[in-house]
């Protein structure tokens, strides 16, 4: 999935003379908490609500600033920015490391949408195939080509099909696959592939009763 699948798309600016009692409206207006700032139609900067919350704040370095201050004295720049054809995944790595709530989304030198942590969130809806009918197994495989594949042939034996897999690191060598399929039935192929070898985290073995 890229950058471009999730975007909003035409953007709300404002331009640098706008004042922070104007910018904030906007937000407030629009349900927004980020807006990109232009000057003569590039990307200088960006403004968020809470930038207006602090400059205006008695408790701010030097004091409140005035509600009529231009959002130039208070954006934030230089500005981080993503492309259309980044990978979601390489977003959210920025927007996590760099501790920003939204990227402003360029084509070439065009400010062409915004993508935020909320977007992100939808995207892993979608990546993981949540928002459909679907069963959850979680397996730890040992790192090794192969694996990954013998799984998905044993699912395939069993008929079951594959909406969604991801894997992440579980320890030293393994890898948790957490694989989304076409059942709610999840226990009954968890207990195959227990019978197989599996080592299966999701869902829990229910521990048989005795008398």
């Known amino acids: 999935m890229l950058v471009k699948d999730v975007m909003h798309s035409p953007v709300l600016t404002v331009d640098v003379s706008v004042t922070l009692e104007a910018a904030y409206h906007i937000m407030l207006q629009r349900n927004i ?6 000057r003569e139609g590039r990307l200088v900067g960006m403004i968020t ?4 919350r602090l400059a205006t704040s008695p408790f701010a370095p030097g004091g409140a600033r005035s509600t009529a201050t231009p959002v130039e004295e208070v954006m934030t720049q230089p500005v981080f920015t993503a492309e259309t054809l980044d990978p979601v995944e390489e977003a959210a790595r920025v927007m ?33 195939g949540v928002q459909k009918p679907s069963g959850r197994l979680e397996v730890c495989l040992d790192d090794r080509p192969g694996e990954l594949a013998r799984l998905s042939g044993e699912l395939a034996r069993q008929n079951i099909n594959i909406h ?15 694989v989304r399929v076409g059942t709610l039935d999840t226990r009954k192929i968890a207990r195959e592939l227990r019978q197989q070898g599996y080592d299966v985290r999701w869902p829990p073995e229910i521990p048989s009763k005795t008398l």
Do not use: F, N, Q, W
């Open 33 to 38: 908490r980020h807006i990109p700032v232009m």
């Open 49 to 52: 609500d809470r930038d207006i």
């Open 96 to 128: 996590r490391e760099r501790k920003i709530g939204a990227l402003p989304i360029l084509e070439g030198p065009e400010l062409v949408g915004i993508v935020t942590g909320i977007d992100l969130l939808d995207a892993l809806l979608r990546l993981t």
């Open 164 to 178: 969604s897999l991801l894997t992440y690191p579980c320890g030293e060598g393994s890898v948790t696959t957490v």
